[in-house]
């Protein structure tokens, strides 16, 4: 049974950081990433990395503040955030992939965490 577990969610005030880590168990995966979605409104991507952790993607709103990267040995994928702003605030999913190329659209991914609640306070 394949599951994904997210953790590091909080609440830190605009222009600190977090780490975001997801666990994966079951199998591994390739392509792994991870999505958000703020109150009202549609989850949207954020952040993708292939297995050797040699191509990322990202989101335009979070390029030079967020940093994905994994762990193969402890088939964990991570995300640091830095300079948080409120609107980053959001429930953050975490997603995994069984087909080649890194995704940027739900779709593209086959399993799905219960999500961590993130809240940045201006």
């Known amino acids: 049974q394949v599951q994904l577990i997210e953790s590091g969610g909080g609440l830190v005030q605009a222009g600190g950081s977090l780490r975001l880590s997801c666990a994966a168990s079951?199998?591994?995966?390739?392509?792994m990433g991870w999505f958000r979605q703020a109150p009202g409104k549609e989850r949207e991507f954020v952040a993708a990395?292939?297995?050797?952790?040699?191509?990322?993607r990202y989101v335009e709103s979070v390029k030079g503040r967020f940093t994905i990267s994994r762990d193969n040995a402890k088939n964990t994928a991570y995300l640091q955030m830095n300079s948080l702003k409120p609107e980053d605030t959001a429930v953050y999913f975490c997603?995994?992939?069984?087909?080649?190329?890194?995704?940027?659209?739900?779709?593209?991914?086959?399993?799905w965490g219960q999500g961590t609640q993130v809240a940045v306070s201006s």
């Open positions: 990395i292939n297995w050797s952790g040699t191509i990322t």
């Open positions: 079951g199998r591994t995966f390739s392509p």
């Open positions: 997603a995994a992939s069984k087909r080649a190329g890194v995704g940027t659209t739900e779709s593209e991914y086959d399993y």
